[in-house]
């Protein structure tokens, strides 16, 4: 796989219309990443793929390792260098976060992959309970689930950028989700406030849809 670009499992277009099918294995998706996020065939949970593995967020936004034969209907990852964290003071909400954000990697055209590691002062989650066919649209899912608030909570933002080019195919802008360092909680980040993090990221030419 090119260490360049940023792979994915589907489209977000077809994923938003009831796509929640699983298409490929996560083996196979692992093939094409080690850092990334999605979710799982009916929806059943939120992904956070660190470190090539795989953890699903439950419904109550508690954490467990998935089997390398469940399939994934959406998924966003790639390859992520370890390199040389960058210190940066935010001391702010997650509109806060994103412009420091924006401010580091400069070009707002380019596709990022980073993790962003800290002591979150108050982080919210939710993901999602497994749906069963017929499917109802994904807006109405995802407000009907719970959201989780929790204070000075160590872990990681798994975030991905994608420019204004990737409309219809990505969700544009930031987009993260959380998993603590001790592996119990995790799940898509509604909103939160924090100090002082730590962030490694690499540019990606291309986003490439890998094939079923």
């Keep these: 796989m090119r260490k360049e670009e940023l792979y994915q499992v589907s489209t977000l277009a077809a994923f938003q219309n009831k796509g929640y099918d699983g298409q490929i294995t996560i083996r196979r998706m692992l093939q094409f990443g080690d850092t990334g996020f999605g979710t799982f065939h009916g929806l059943n949970g939120e992904m956070i793929v660190v470190d090539g593995v795989v953890y699903r967020a439950l419904g109550d936004c508690t954490l467990e390792t998935v089997k390398d034969i469940e399939t994934t209907p959406f998924a966003t990852l790639g390859f992520l260098e370890k390199t ?3 210190v940066l003071d935010v001391y702010g909400n997650l509109t806060a976060l994103t412009e420091r954000l924006d401010e580091v990697i400069g070009d707002r055209q380019k596709l990022i992959l980073g993790l962003i ?3 979150f002062e108050k982080i919210a989650l939710h993901s999602v309970w497994p749906q069963v066919k017929p499917y109802e649209d994904l807006k109405k899912i995802v407000d009907d689930q719970d959201i989780y608030s929790y204070e000075n909570i160590e872990g990681i933002l798994v975030a991905v950028y994608c420019p204004e080019s990737a409309e219809g195919f990505n969700v544009v802008g930031w987009h993260f989700h959380f998993i603590s360092s001790d ?6 980040v509604n909103g939160l406030f924090v100090h002082k993090i730590k962030v ?3 540019e990606k030419e291309v986003l490439t849809i890998i094939e079923a």
């Design 200 to 202: 490694s990221f690499e």
């Design 183 to 188: 592996r119990r909680i995790g799940g898509h």
């Design 117 to 119: 590691s800290g002591v």
């Design 84 to 86: 040389a964290a960058v």
